[in-house]
T-cell receptor, first 117, second 112 residues
């Protein structure tokens, strides 16, 4: 069963506007972590933000914030004040704490974000 | 603090050959995971090593193997290469495998 779902294959946003990238997840494990990564065309996977399942507050890192809605099992990424350099593929990922799957990230299919001037 | 490094960055091999890729994690990190990324299959987990032990393995054939050294550096090996092995191979390092994982720049393997 798919653990991470990203329903938006592509998103477009104008420079300086905010954009939300959707992510829903599926796990029965009470302890898990959620990640967002950015992958530019160069291929490197850049860590953006992390949210633990027990964290009370939504994670924020500069212009990135994670809108964590536990009951809905969603972990949307909000990018404020978009910049041209934000154009890239964005992946949502999850890790659970079961011993058998420790160290394994489950990735969604990604959302290609294009920022236009 | 140096990031995750992967060598080589690009590689071209022919079918039937074997290849070894290397990953050096961030200093102090003991967990290294490997992923294969292709346009068709997306990002797929290969295996994870922690303190020289393979703790977790994805659903790949036995041609894919790996190891980790005492300094946490990891190598993965693919034997008898097939055209379908052409992909971007990414490694990620973390303190213990359960938290923030940082990726290297990847090795782009082309099999002809």
């Amino acid at each position: 069963a798919q653990k991470i779902t990203q329903t938006q294959p592509g998103m477009f946003v104008q420079e300086k506007e905010a954009v939300t990238l959707d992510c829903t997840y599926d796990t029965s494990d009470p302890s898990y972590g959620l990640f967002w990564y950015k992958q530019p065309s160069s291929g490197e996977m850049i860590f953006l933000i992390y949210q633990g399942s027990y964290d009370q507050q939504n994670a924020t890192e500069g212009r990135y914030s994670l809108n964590f809605q536990k009951a809905r099992k969603s972990a949307n990424l909000v990018i404020s004040a978009s910049q041209l350099g934000d154009s890239a593929m964005y992946f949502c990922a999850m890790i659970d704490d079961r011993g058998s799957t420790l160290g394994r990230l489950y990735f969604g299919r990604g959302t290609q974000l294009t920022v236009w001037p | 603090k140096a990031g995750v490094t992967q060598t080589p960055r690009y590689l071209i091999k022919t079918r039937g050959q074997q290849v070894t890729l290397s990953c050096s994690p961030i200093s102090g990190h003991r967990s290294v995971s490997w992923y294969q990324q292709t346009p068709g299959q997306g990002l797929q987990f290969l295996f994870e090593y922690f303190s020289e032990t393979q703790r977790n393995k994805g659903n790949f054939p036995g041609r894919f193997s790996g190891r980790q050294f005492s300094n946490s550096r990891s190598e993965m090996n693919v034997s008898t290469l097939e055209l379908g092995d052409s992909a971007l191979y990414l490694c990620a390092s973390s303190l213990d495998g359960g938290h923030e994982q940082y990726f290297g720049p990847g090795t782009r393997l082309t099999v002809t």
